[in-house]
């Protein structure tokens, strides 16, 4: 919105002008640090945020095994882990 910025300070936009911006996508690094503080739930609601944005995500989110794993949800997270793939390093 740099754009939307310039032309609000000029009084040139008009309100059907403006660009949607869309949700933003929390990062694994997100996750992973709500998991480090023994935030297990919004660990998961953050993982799951992330495959939703990404299908393809979802196989590669190792730590959201560990966060299943930590919900008790243990059939998820031999699931999730069985979900690797070779060159996701884990």
């Given at each position: 919105?740099?754009?939307?910025?310039?032309a609000l300070?000029?009084?040139?936009?008009?309100?059907?002008?403006a660009?949607?911006?869309?949700?933003?996508v929390?990062?694994?690094?997100?996750?992973?640090?709500a998991?480090?503080?023994?935030?297990?739930?919004?660990?998961?609601?953050?993982?799951?945020?992330i495959?939703?944005?990404?299908?393809?995500?979802?196989?590669?989110?190792?730590?959201?095994?560990?966060?299943?794993?930590?919900?008790?949800?243990y059939?998820?997270?031999?699931?999730?882990?069985?979900?690797?793939?070779?060159?996701?390093?884990?």
């Amino acid at each position: 919105p740099l754009f939307a910025a310039a032309a609000l300070s000029t009084g040139t936009a008009r309100a059907d002008s403006a660009v949607p911006v869309p949700p933003r996508v929390p990062t694994v690094y997100e996750g992973m640090s709500a998991l480090a503080a023994g935030r297990v739930n919004g660990s998961l609601a953050l993982f799951d945020a992330i495959a939703a944005d990404d299908p393809e995500q979802t196989a590669r989110l190792w730590p959201r095994g560990i966060a299943l794993y930590y919900a008790g949800r243990y059939r998820e997270a031999a699931d999730q882990f069985a979900a690797l793939r070779p060159d996701d390093g884990g």
